[in-house]
């Protein structure tokens, strides 16, 4: 961590500073449905080197010639979709800050998905924050000499491709009443897109529409943000508008496919000192011994859900489908961030981006910070100091 930074920051924090942070933050966009945290984190040259090399480690993974091949049982044959193209757009990886053997500061990998985070958001959160805070201008959230302008120009490249951007739009059931909706108005702001409801698409033939007053507009380009875990039990979803597993004559920014592919099923496939032991269930011939120091995760779960994070024995024995769980050894957070009363936990997610024809590029960055057991937002309810965040970097 930055110390000079840390220590300005606390010694200036104070709670109508926050209110006043939240108020910018909030302004002209719809009610923020989750937790802010009160600070950035400030990230140090040496962690974010280390961050760098993690990522750049599975990166080497998902570009091997037969990454498809390893990942061909991740996707679950009820949600396979056609027409699956060469490389996601989005990678997203995230690491928990933790002590190595040395007691330096080092990523560990949490989790890792093909698909896109809040990457409208961020940029407008690391604003806020320094605008709000007065912190310093050579404080910065993104990587590879990215400014916010390069930054929005290469988003919008991906997103909307060679097509207008009323033919691309961004969808999820009921999208502007979503947890995240605050990221789509924030991302079509910047690019122009439109944000639709599933229910808001026709399709006629294998083409989709919407409409716009009293014109029909075809849609070229979807930027998805629908996953289907959330609607498994609601496919009749499909029946008004169109089934995503259809071949529909549309282009996918991110195909959903990749969502399953570059997820927790990954982790087993790495190896390296920012990766903590990990294994699929079904292949383990004897149960550890010291199961304390391990946690036991659904393959096919959305936010933290199912995660059985104080093992049994008896746990492991009764799950009847092995194959679909992940053993991982157990990652220690340290509480490195520090608040006024003391040290607070943190996580920092990787935001790459991958433009047709292109290769991947680390942009952007998200953060949280927690108090609790578990990470995620809904963990932490009840705590200050904790909720999402960014990392600024000099």
Same mark, same amino acid.
């Given at each position: 961590?930055?110390?000079?930074?840390?220590?300005?920051?606390?010694?200036?924090?104070?709670?109508?500073? $926050?209110?006043?942070?939240?108020?910018?933050?909030?302004?002209?966009?719809?009610?923020?449905? =989750?937790?802010?945290?009160? #600070?950035?984190?400030?990230? #140090?040259?040496?962690?974010?080197?280390?961050?760098?090399?993690?990522?750049?480690?599975?990166?080497?993974?998902?570009?091997?010639?037969?990454?498809?091949?390893?990942?061909?049982?991740?996707?679950?044959?009820?949600?396979?979709?056609?027409?699956?193209?060469?490389?996601?757009?989005?990678?997203?990886?995230? @690491?928990?800050?933790?002590?190595?053997?040395?007691?330096?500061?080092?990523?560990?990998?949490?989790?890792?998905?093909?698909?896109? #985070?809040? $990457?409208?958001?961020?940029?407008? +959160?690391?604003?806020?924050?320094?605008?709000?805070?007065? +912190?310093?201008?050579?404080?910065?959230?993104?990587?590879?000499?990215?400014?916010?302008?390069?930054?929005?120009?290469? +988003?919008?490249?991906?997103?909307?491709?060679?097509?207008?951007?009323?033919?691309?739009?961004?969808?999820?059931?009921?999208?502007?009443?979503?947890?995240?909706?605050?990221?789509?108005?924030?991302?079509?702001?910047?690019?122009?897109?439109?944000?639709?409801?599933?229910?808001?698409?026709?399709?006629?033939?294998?083409?989709?529409?919407?409409?716009?007053?009293?014109?029909?507009?075809?849609?070229?380009?979807?930027?998805?943000?629908?996953?289907?875990?959330?609607?498994?039990?609601?496919?009749?979803?499909?029946?008004?508008?169109? &089934?995503?597993?259809?071949?529909?004559?549309?282009?996918?920014?991110?195909?959903?496919?990749?969502? $399953?592919?570059?997820?927790?099923?990954?982790?087993?496939?790495?190896?390296?000192? @920012?990766?903590?032991?990990?294994? =699929?269930?079904?292949?383990?011939?004897?149960?550890?011994?010291?199961?304390?120091?391990?946690?036991?995760?659904?393959?096919?779960? =959305?936010?933290?859900?199912?995660?059985?994070?104080?093992?049994?024995?008896?746990?492991?024995?009764?799950?009847? &489908?092995?194959?679909?769980?992940?053993?991982?050894?157990?990652?220690?957070?340290?509480?490195?961030?520090?608040?006024?009363?003391?040290?607070?936990?943190?996580?920092?997610?990787?935001?790459?981006?991958?433009?047709?024809?292109?290769?991947?590029?680390?942009?952007?960055?998200?953060?949280?910070?927690?108090?609790?057991?578990?990470?995620?937002?809904?963990?932490?309810?009840?705590?200050?100091?904790?909720?999402?965040?960014?990392?600024?970097?000099?």
């Amino acid at each position: 961590m930055i110390t000079n930074h840390r220590q300005a920051f606390n010694a200036n924090f104070s709670i109508a500073k $926050y209110q006043t942070f939240l108020k910018q933050l909030g302004a002209g966009y719809p009610e923020i449905t =989750f937790r802010v945290a009160e #600070s950035p984190i400030f990230i #140090s040259a040496d962690l974010k080197q280390k961050l760098i090399t993690a990522g750049e480690e599975i990166i080497a993974l998902i570009k091997q010639s037969n990454f498809k091949q390893l990942t061909q049982n991740a996707i679950p044959k009820e949600w396979s979709v056609p027409n699956e193209n060469d490389h996601p757009h989005f990678l997203t990886f995230d @690491f928990g800050l933790c002590k190595d053997e040395n007691g330096e500061i080092s990523p560990m990998l949490i989790e890792m998905q093909g698909f896109p #985070s809040l $990457y409208g958001f961020q940029a407008l +959160l690391a604003n806020t924050y320094k605008n709000a805070y007065g +912190l310093a201008e050579n404080l910065s959230p993104y990587f590879n000499g990215l400014t916010e302008e390069s930054y929005f120009k290469l +988003l919008q490249k991906v997103i909307v491709g060679n097509h207008e951007p009323h033919e691309v739009v961004l969808m999820d059931v009921d999208a502007k009443n979503q947890k995240t909706a605050i990221d789509f108005y924030a991302t079509a702001n910047k690019i122009g897109i439109k944000i639709l409801a599933l229910e808001e698409i026709n399709k006629e033939g294998n083409k989709l529409f919407y409409t716009e007053g009293n014109e029909k507009i075809q849609i070229k380009r979807i930027y998805n943000r629908l996953i289907f875990d959330e609607i498994a039990d609601n496919t009749e979803l499909f029946e008004q508008s169109f &089934d995503p597993r259809e071949e529909v004559d549309v282009e996918w920014i991110t195909h959903p496919n990749w969502f $399953y592919r570059i997820s927790k099923y990954t982790m087993p496939f790495l190896n390296g000192k @920012f990766v903590p032991e990990t294994r =699929f269930l079904n292949e383990i011939e004897a149960i550890p011994p010291d199961l304390e120091n391990y946690v036991l995760k659904p393959l096919f779960s =959305f936010a933290g859900m199912g995660v059985i994070i104080d093992v049994t024995e008896k746990d492991i024995v009764e799950i009847k &489908d092995p194959e679909n769980w992940i053993l991982q050894r157990k990652v220690t957070y340290e509480p490195l961030i520090q608040a006024p009363d003391g040290g607070v936990k943190a996580e920092i997610r990787l935001m790459y981006l991958w433009p047709d024809g292109g290769e991947p590029k680390l942009c952007i960055n998200l953060a949280r910070l927690s108090r609790g057991k578990m990470i995620g937002v809904r963990y932490n309810a009840d705590f200050d100091w904790v909720g999402g965040t960014v990392g600024l970097m000099e």
